[in-house]
C-alpha cells in the first residue's frame, strides 16, 4: 500500500494520537474522544513500527502545515496545487482525499504550532528528515513565483521549533528556494573563510545525511524522494562552484 492509502485509511490516527491523529481520526469517521492526547501515545504501537509511524506523521505533517501556510497568505494558488500533486505523486484515486486532509486541517481551529510540535517529537531535533519537510513547504510555497514575507515568517517558526537555528534555516531557504544563488557558501551552510578541508568534510557530511536510501531509513516516504534529490543536486551545485573558484582538487 502507498503512503497516502495508508494515511487515508486512518487506522494510523490511532498510533501517532495528537492534533495529527485527531484529525486522521475525522477523516476516517471515528469519534474525536477516541483519539489519544500527544503525551499518552501508546509506546508499544509506535515502537512496533517506529519507521512506519514517522512517514505516516510526515506525509500528513506537509499536508496539515502546508494548508496553515495556505492560511498565511489567504490564498492557494493553481500552482501551488499543481507543485504539490507533481512532486508528491499523489494518485488520481487519492487526490480527493488528500484534498479533505487539507481542507480539514484549514478548517481546523488550531494554529500549526501544536502539529509542528508533534512532528518534531516524532524524530531528533534538527534530523535530515525533518529538513526534508521543510523543503517541502518551501517547494510548495514558491509555486507562485515568489515567497510573501508572511510565509517566510511562518516558515522560519516551524524550522524554529523542528529545532533549527537562524543560520541553519537560511542554508536550507538556499538550497530550495535559488535566492541564493550568488552565495554557494549558504548552500552549504559554511563562512566563505572556511579552509578546504572544512569546505570538502562539509560537503561529504551533507551528502552521506542527504542520500535518499539513510532519509528513507529515517522516515522519509519514497514519494517525496525528489525534494532531497533536489537538494543533493543543489548541495553538488555549490561545492563544484566553490571548487572551481578555489582549484581544489
Known sequence: MSIWGKVIGGAAGFALGGPLGALLGALAGHAVDKIRAIDTIEADAVRDD?????????????????????????????????????????????????????????????????????????????????????????????ADGRLHDAEIAYLKEVARIFGFEEFAFERIRAQHTGEASGDPYTVLGIAPDADDETVKKTYRDLMRENHPDRLMAQGLPQEFIEIANEKVAAINAAYDRIRKHRGMK
Open 50 to 142: 517506529v519507521e512506519g509511524t514517522r512517514k505516516i506523521a510526515f506525509t500528513i505533517g506537509v499536508i496539515v502545515l502546508g494548508a496553515k501556510m495556505a492560511k498565511v497568505d489567504g490564498v492557494v494558488s493553481e500552482r501551488e496545487i499543481k507543485a504539490f500533486r507533481e512532486v508528491f505523486h499523489v494518485p488520481p484515486d487519492e487526490i480527493k482525499n488528500v484534498a479533505r486532509v487539507f481542507n480539514l486541517a484549514k478548517r481546523d481551529a488550531r494554529g500549526f504550532e501544536p502539529y509542528a510540535r508533534q512532528i518534531a517529537g516524532l524524530f531528533e531535533p534538527g534530523s535530515p528528515v525533518l529538513e526534508e519537510l521543510l523543503a517541502s513547504l518551501f517547494h510548495i510555497a514558491k
